[in-house]
């Protein structure tokens, strides 16, 4: 190989960059994430009516997605109320309605947001609620 | 063709070198805008605009004024611009690097750029000038790019670069004008309400871009073994010459507007920045300076016997740049939003960090033009032939 | 084998392109959610063109502007910056000669040179910032005609800034949150958002407020002195008053059809 030296060490340092974020964590003890639904506003509701916005495998994988069509009903198009699967109707707001129930952002959102590495930027601007010391 | 830029001498690599470490200064500073927000620059709620949105300005002509080389030499056949078409080609390819960079350094949401073309705005004249310079950054690369291979092949270009060569003389105005257009069209800024906007940019465009290019043209003569020609540095020079005379001209008829008609919101901008409102005075000193070196070169580029003579050519182009510069790339700028819609002064100058920044973005822009013209002057230095009549020099 | 240098970037370059095309074009094609119903809130007061009208006699003492001006920094957690160059301000008191440039008059009464205006962004008809914004970030609602400001889609390139002839806009130059006011009852107030740096705001005639069926926080602050209504609406209360009184707006020769008229 033509600069065959050359060639096998740069192949190796990439190879490193590459594959970093598998060594770097080994040994690093990860949890799985245990998100809260047992705030007080929540408890308040009798068992029946502990029930998202729409169901919860659905909200697991498209929470994103339906917080981005809120956003953009909301602010663009003057739309306030949406209205779910089953019929039941909501007010589209993060602050006022998603966190008015799940108001643990640090032991509900972050739990599985930390776990993944991701940082919603949401949080710059819309408001967490005040966590209350359970 | 890239390899060419990894052979040099120690001068170029101390060059390489002092360049990289403006750019590592200016990119620590970046780092500290991002973290910090806009606010660490001078800029504020009245005066939204100022160093970065002026350099681009100033850039975007400097990159326009490729088609100055480019169209008497592809269009007309002008043979003495066959050296130095590449040279105005390649300076192109790195004003319009700057400009992007300078728009990027100066969004408050650079992370978000990309809104621009997920939710395209056709009636914004922002929206079109972020299409106009990408085109026109493509174009260059594609044209530059081919012809200088061709000629390393000694072959000569391929016919289909013949339209693109056409369309980029086209682009070069049109981006210009689009940029004119972002100040034109606003109604409350009348600073630069005026239908000759466009027109003055593209003189200023039009003088300092060739000037650049021959002062570029002779360093590269000075360092290199090639010689762009002494008939094309004289033939930009007139081309310099004629814009900048139209450049003072047009600078003169927005005087004459606003100072017979006496509106006093088409004047007081031009008071402010040419005589200062009481202690409000900071940029008086420098639109003065930017008037006497226009003057200086002015005087200096009329008489073509002065013109001959290289080294006076080079200080009246040195003098024109940094007249424009001043004028187009800061003057202009701030001037707009001075006075403010209250009818209130609010001064800018930038601040440390926001000058590292853009001397950072001006050496990322010397070095893709360093990396470029070492190319092109590695190539063209081992052409054989010698179609233009004044010596070549042959690789031993 | 050998390959040339050059293959093996085209090859490289090529694998590349294809490489993002495919993952976009298959995130594109996946299960898009499935729009169940949407509409606006049933109390939202509605307005086929709102408008405010400023009844300068109704403003007697300094308290009158502040109450207006507290109310909404209040209510959309405006922050408060003293440095006046990076200040936000989405209604405030300007002069008569600042507010109303071009009208300057040698032997004008001292009480108007004298007399705060209420200024605020006037929800042009025929806006220029919304005419400029490269990405529709600012835009004017087709429901009702505010010219409203989408947070999240600024770029905070500013260009709204340069357009607005009546300097009605301000950006964030910084994180905004340490300078919210803390002696508000409800600080910040948890139920409408802060901004972030990077990004322009302007008054908003309370969209979020209209949704609910309230009125802007500084109509319901004024006490009668900050008049609001459908223009379009010939029985409106701002009809009214502008059909019986003499009004101006701020720069009308440009164009820009604001929609905040004053009275005396």
């Not at chain 1, 998603?98 to 991701?118: A, G, L, P, W």
């Not at chain 2, 005066?47 to 088609?67: C, D, E, K, P, R």
């Not at chain 3, 820009?256 to 008229?261: C, L």
């Amino acid at each position: 190989m033509y600069n065959g030296g050359k060639i096998l060490i740069g192949l190796l340092i990439f190879v490193g960059l590459v594959t970093f974020p598998y060594w770097d964590n080994i040994g690093k003890a990860t949890v799985k994430p245990d998100p809260k639904v047992d705030t007080p506003e929540i408890m308040k509701l009798p068992e029946s009516e502990r029930k998202c916005v729409e169901a919860t495998s659905f909200i697991k994988t498209e929470h994103m997605k339906l917080l981005n069509e809120w956003r953009d009903w909301v602010v663009r198009d003057a739309d306030g109320v949406y209205t779910n699967a089953e019929g039941r109707k909501y007010t589209m707001s993060l602050q006022n309605t998603c966190m008015k129930c799940h108001s643990n952002k640090t032991k509900f959102c972050d739990e599985c947001h930390n776990y993944v590495d991701v940082k919603p930027y949401c949080w710059d601007c819309h408001i967490a609620p005040k966590e209350k010391e359970i | 063709m890239l390899e060419k830029a990894l052979k040099g001498g120690p001068r170029y690599w101390v060059w390489i070198l002092f360049l990289l470490s403006v750019i590592g200064v200016g990119f620590l500073a970046y780092l500290y805008q991002f973290k910090n927000g806009l606010g660490i620059t001078g800029m504020s709620r009245d005066v939204s605009w100022g160093l970065y949105i002026g350099q681009f300005t100033f850039l975007v002509g400097v990159a326009a004024s490729g088609v100055m080389v480019v169209l008497p030499y592809y269009l007309h056949n002008y043979k003495k611009f066959g050296r130095i078409t590449v040279l105005g080609e390649f300076l192109a390819i790195s004003a319009v690097i700057m400009c992007m960079l300078f728009i990027f350094v100066d969004m408050g949401q650079p992370l978000r750029v990309l809104n621009v073309i997920l939710h395209p705005t056709p009636n914004s004249v922002m929206f079109f000038d972020m299409l106009v310079l990408s085109g026109y950054l493509v174009l260059n690369v594609l044209v530059g790019w081919t012809v200088l291979g061709a000629e390393r092949k000694e072959v000569s270009y391929p016919k289909w670069v013949k339209p693109f060569v056409y369309l980029s003389i086209a682009w070069a105005p049109s981006i210009h004008t689009v940029t004119a257009f972002l100040y034109a069209g606003l109604p409350g800024r009348h600073f630069w309400l005026s239908a000759i906007m466009a027109a003055r940019f593209l003189a200023s465009a039009f003088a300092a871009g060739p000037a650049l290019l021959i002062l570029l043209a002779m360093i590269v003569r000075k360092y290199t073994k090639f010689d762009p020609g002494k008939e094309a540095i004289q033939a930009l020079g007139k081309i310099v010459t004629y814009f900048m005379i139209t450049n003072v001209f047009f600078l003169g008829l927005e005087f004459f507007t606003a100072f017979y008609s006496q509106i006093p919101g088409h004047m007081s901008s031009f008071i402010y920045l040419y005589s200062g409102y009481g202690e409000h005075a900071k940029l008086v000193p420098v639109m003065w300076l930017s008037s006497i070196l226009a003057v200086v070169a002015l005087s200096m580029l009329i008489f073509p016997q002065i013109r001959a003579n290289e080294r006076l050519l080079a200080f009246a182009c040195a003098s024109t740049f940094l007249s424009l510069w001043i004028d187009k790339g800061f003057g202009l700028i701030v001037g707009g939003f001075v006075p403010n819609p209250f009818e209130r002064i609010t001064e800018y100058w930038p601040t440390l960090p926001e000058t590292l920044i853009a001397l950072a973005v001006w050496a990322i822009g010397l070095l893709v033009l360093t990396v470029l013209y070492k190319i092109a002057v590695t190539i063209k230095e081992e052409a054989v032939f010698d179609k233009y009549g004044e010596s070549q020099v042959k690789v031993e | 084998m050998s390959i040339k240098r050059r293959e093996f970037l085209k090859l490289a370059g090529i694998s590349t392109v294809l490489g993002f095309g495919g993952v976009s074009a298959v995130t594109g094609l996946r299960r898009t959610l499935e729009a169940s119903e949407v509409m606006p809130n049933p109390e939202a007061l509605v307005a086929k063109k709102w408008g405010m009208v400023v009844d300068m006699s109704k403003f007697k003492t300094e308290e009158d502007y502040q109450r207006c001006i507290d109310a909404c920094n209040h209510v959309h957690n405006v922050p408060s910056i003293d440095n006046p160059k990076k200040e936000i301000k989405w209604i405030w008191e300007e002069h008569y000669e600042n507010a109303f440039p071009g009208n300057e008059a040698p032997y004008l009464s001292e009480k108007i040179k004298e007399l705060p205006f209420l200024v605020l962004c006037n929800h042009c008809t025929n806006p220029p910032c919304v005419r400029v914004c490269p990405t529709k970030a600012t835009f004017k609602r087709k429901s009702d005609g505010i010219v409203m400001m989408d947070m999240h889609r600024c770029i905070g390139c500013r260009f709204c800034m340069a357009a607005c002839p009546y300097g009605a806009r301000s950006f964030n130059w910084e994180d905004p949150r340490p300078f919210i006011k803390k002696e508000q009852g409800n600080y910040p107030n948890p139920e409408f958002p802060t901004r972030t740096k990077g990004v322009v705001e302007k008054c908003t005639f309370c969209y979020e407020r209209l949704a609910k069926g309230l009125k802007p926080a500084c109509v319901e602050a004024s006490k009668g002195a900050l008049l609001f209504g459908d223009l379009e609406d010939p029985n409106s209360e701002v009809r009214q008053v502008l059909g019986s009184r003499y009004s101006f707006r701020r720069r009308p020769e440009l164009g820009t059809q604001p929609n905040v008229y004053y009275i005396f």
